[in-house]
């Protein structure tokens, strides 16, 4: 299982802007690859990669993706986002099994679920949603896919309190399990990327059983 030292990053403030946190994460030493391609037929490889840190009150990450296929459509929240271009966090903060999907596309636009496994889950109060605070260097949709590369970035700080399930006040010397995942089931071309490997006959990103493990410094 993969894991990664979180770095908590100092801010002058408790909630700093977006674009600090942003030039924050792109500084950081190492970025990690959501690389794996767990299942056959499905080949297609954008060039996907995260930074991830925290601060006081927040969970901070940065994605960067380059790829053939650009589809952003989706803009209400808790929209079928994973039909779009699309970077995913899955996490499960505490040891009772339920665990959370970030998803979210080129415009920014997040679904948010929780629940124990892929049958059951709940969509997040759009309220709840709304906490977390999003910048993309894509500003307006793309309904039809186009076939050119293209590179793109998600800034995204997810408060503590945006885990509705759980009462988290401070991250740091604690390990939770996580993956991040990219895919994009309407694109022409599939694919379905982890950072930690998956294990199973057929996709599924809903399998807590293969999140590796992040430690908050």
């Known amino acids: 299982m993969n894991t990664i030292i979180v770095q908590r990053l100092e801010f002058s403030t408790v909630y700093p802007g977006l674009d600090e946190i942003s030039e924050r994460l792109d500084d950081l030493n190492e970025k990690f690859l959501i690389g794996e391609i767990n299942w056959n037929g499905s080949d297609h490889k954008p060039r996907v990669s995260f930074s991830i840190a925290s601060s006081a009150k927040e969970i901070l990450l940065k994605y960067y993706v380059t790829e053939?296929?650009?589809?952003?459509?989706?803009?209400?929240?808790?929209?079928?986002?994973?039909?779009?271009?699309?970077?995913?966090?899955?996490?499960?903060?505490?040891?009772?099994?339920?665990?959370?999907?970030?998803?979210?596309?080129?415009?920014?636009?997040?679904?948010?679920?929780?629940?124990?496994?892929?049958?059951?889950?709940?969509?997040?109060?759009?309220?709840?949603?709304?906490?977390?605070?999003?910048?993309?260097?894509?500003?307006?949709?793309?309904?039809?896919?186009?076939?050119?590369?293209?590179?793109?970035?998600?800034?995204?700080?997810?408060?503590?309190?945006?885990?509705?399930?759980?009462?988290?006040?401070?991250?740091?010397?604690?390990?939770?399990?996580?993956n991040f995942y990219k895919c994009g089931d309407r694109l022409p071309e599939t694919?379905?990327?982890s950072w930690n490997p998956i294990q199973t006959p057929k996709p599924d990103f809903h399998r807590p059983e293969y999140f590796g493990t992040l430690r908050f410094l």
């Open 68 to 178: 053939k296929w650009l589809r952003a459509v989706n803009t209400e929240t808790n929209q079928e986002v994973y039909e779009d271009s699309c970077v995913e966090f899955f996490v499960s903060p505490a040891d009772e099994g339920i665990y959370y999907n970030f998803e979210f596309n080129p415009l920014g636009t997040c679904l948010m679920g929780f629940g124990h496994r892929r049958e059951g889950r709940k969509r997040a109060d759009p309220a709840t949603v709304a906490l977390i605070r999003r910048r993309s260097s894509v500003y307006r949709n793309c309904k039809e896919p186009k076939d050119e590369e293209f590179f793109w970035t998600l800034t995204a700080a997810l408060p503590f309190t945006v885990f509705c399930e759980h009462e988290i006040t401070e991250l740091s010397g604690k390990s939770i399990r996580a």
């Open 191 to 193: 694919h379905y990327l």
